[in-house]
């Protein structure tokens, strides 16, 4: 009998471990980011259109047409840009797999990892890449919450999050489970 309550438990216990699982895709999607950066790049649009559609030069000092055309296109690039950041976390029984794009993609093992704690890490500076706060690199897109990592190596990494109460429960299961 004691032996079969054993093989139960570890047969939980790899269950509990395979079934560790957490996405989470970021974006940027503050209205007032967009509102601002939109807005931002109608200038050019504008300029553009009055410049060369229109005939009547943009300014007192304007732009040669092909600066208007180049400043426009570094608009439009900006805002596609900003559409295309992502941050995605991954949390799973190998480890915390995080890739924010353009910037990093890091994959870390349960075994690289010290600790792992959710907390508000407030204020850094903004969003985006932080570096050197005091939980050492910071990866967000919005909010103050996030996984912090103290590294067996001695780095910290804090990945934003916006699934706070999920990515909490998932920290504790891997704790509970002994993965770091």
Not at 19 to 47: C, D, K, M, S
Not at 66 to 81: D, K, V
Request: net charge positive; proline share 3%; hydrophobic share 45%.
């Amino acid at each position: 009998m004691r032996l079969e309550n054993q093989y139960l438990l570890s047969r939980m216990s790899t269950e509990n471990f395979n079934n560790l699982h957490f996405i989470e895709e970021q974006r940027f999607t503050q209205w007032w980011l967009w509102v601002l950066l939109i807005g931002i790049a109608l200038i050019p649009v504008y300029g553009t259109y009055q410049q060369l559609y229109l005939g009547i030069p943009m300014g007192s000092k304007p732009l040669p047409d092909i600066g208007m055309i180049l400043f426009l296109l570094f608009m439009l690039g900006f805002l596609a840009f900003f559409w295309m950041l992502k941050l995605t976390t991954e949390i799973d029984k190998e480890g915390i797999k995080m890739n924010y794009f353009p910037f990093t993609d890091k994959a870390l093992k349960w075994e690289e990892v010290k600790s792992a704690e959710v907390l508000d890490y407030g204020f850094v500076g903004g969003w985006g890449v932080r570096i050197g706060t005091k939980y050492g690199t910071v990866y967000n897109t919005s909010g103050k919450m996030g996984v912090a990592l103290i590294l067996k190596n001695g780095k910290k990494i804090c990945i934003g999050t916006q699934r706070v109460e999920e990515m909490k429960k998932i920290v504790e299961d891997a704790k509970e489970l002994g993965v770091f």
